[in-house]
């Protein structure tokens, strides 16, 4: 009886530290913090998020997503990841640049022309370079998802020309490079939380605001909006970030599997992304809405009148990483 007894605690003991993956998981409930609607593509990408920790961890990890700037804004949900009181959010880069000068790159208007090279350049050394600068700033980059490129819609009229810019009051993203390249298209830009936005555009205090077609469907701009013009001129990715301070806890395993888990989540979230945009533009116009493209010359035009806006932001950005972008995507172009 005795030796029975002591072979089977003897085994247990050696199942303990061969066996139990989740002993190097502690339990743990992590909150997303997310701007946008739950019915954004971002919840897709948020779902295989959670399903891959879960089970990753033994269930020892629950996540918690919460939507529609319920923790705040982009901005705010970083600052409490910063100070260690919030784990995650997932956020345009271009609210961050008041952290992280140099995530204003991808606000230079045209910078990133295609689907491809915007998955080349973040998934490739640029985007490990511009990871590599959040622990400095507190803050862990998981992976790069997908927002989209950027279309005007607005409440005056269709816009085919650079002219037909001139005076509209557009809602900005809070930063300078955004501000600058709006106002040198004649408008009136003013930068706002993306929370005030609907409200702004129903109010009239604003006739105009940019954003992807599954953010104008999902967002419910539409019912605000009368035109949206196919103009393209940003595609300022997601960055799914995690809580500098709160990242340094973690054991090896956890850290390793918020990357591996933010990989996978991007897959289905980028799929999802684009699957919908499509989608999204038909639902556009089924609520009544018109939308233009805009010509060669057109296009050729206005994105003359913004080349400057380069030259003016090389500064804050840093002059080297905006070249070290554009020597990136030459390269990925064949150039
Ligand atoms: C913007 C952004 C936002 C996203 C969202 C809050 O216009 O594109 O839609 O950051 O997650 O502010």
């Known amino acids: 009886m005795k030796t029975i007894v002591t072979t089977s605690l003897a085994a247990a003991l050696a199942m303990s530290v061969a066996l139990p993956a989740h002993a190097q998981f502690t339990d743990r409930t992590i909150r997303i913090a997310n701007g946008i609607a739950e019915d954004h593509p971002v919840a897709d990408g948020v779902d295989t998020f959670t399903q891959c920790v879960d089970e990753t961890s033994g269930g020892a990890w629950t996540v918690n997503a919460f939507w529609s700037s319920a923790l705040g804004d982009d901005l705010q949900s970083a600052q409490s990841l910063r100070s260690g009181t919030l784990e995650m959010v997932i956020s345009s880069t271009s609210p961050l640049v008041a952290i992280e000068p140099a995530l204003g790159v991808f606000d230079l208007p045209f910078l990133i022309s295609s689907d491809e090279e915007a998955d080349a350049l973040l998934d490739g050394e640029f985007g490990q370079y511009i990871s590599d600068m959040m622990p400095e700033v507190g803050l862990v980059n998981l992976s790069f998802w997908e927002n989209g490129f950027r279309n005007l819609s607005n409440s005056v009229r269709p816009v085919q020309t650079l002219a037909d ?10 930063n300078n490079i955004f501000l600058d390249t709006f106002q040198t298209l ?3 830009a003013t930068p706002m939380a993306f929370g005030e936005v609907f409200t ?3 109010t009239g205090a604003i006739d105009a605001q940019e954003n992807p077609y599954v953010t104008i469907d999902t967002s419910r701009f539409y019912e605000v909006q009368d035109y949206v013009s196919n103009t393209r001129h940003a595609y300022t990715p997601f960055m799914v970030l995690f809580s500098g301070p709160i990242f340094d806890t973690l ?18 979230q980028r799929e999802s992304s684009r699957a919908l945009s499509d989608e999204s533009l038909q639902r556009i116009i089924d609520a009544g809405l018109e939308v233009n493209d805009i010509s060669d010359e057109a296009m050729a035009e206005i994105r003359e009148a913004v080349a400057g806006v380069y030259e003016r932001s090389a500064d804050s950005i840093g002059a080297d990483v905006v070249e070290r972008a554009q020597a990136e995507l030459a390269a990925i172009r064949g150039e």
């Open 165 to 174: 810019f001139e005076g509209m009051r557009v809602r900005v993203m809070q």
């Open 186 to 188: 004649g408008t009136n």
């Open 200 to 202: 702004a555009l129903e």
């Open 251 to 268: 054991s090896e395993q956890e850290q390793q599997m918020l990357f591996d888990c933010a990989a996978e989540g991007q897959t289905v």
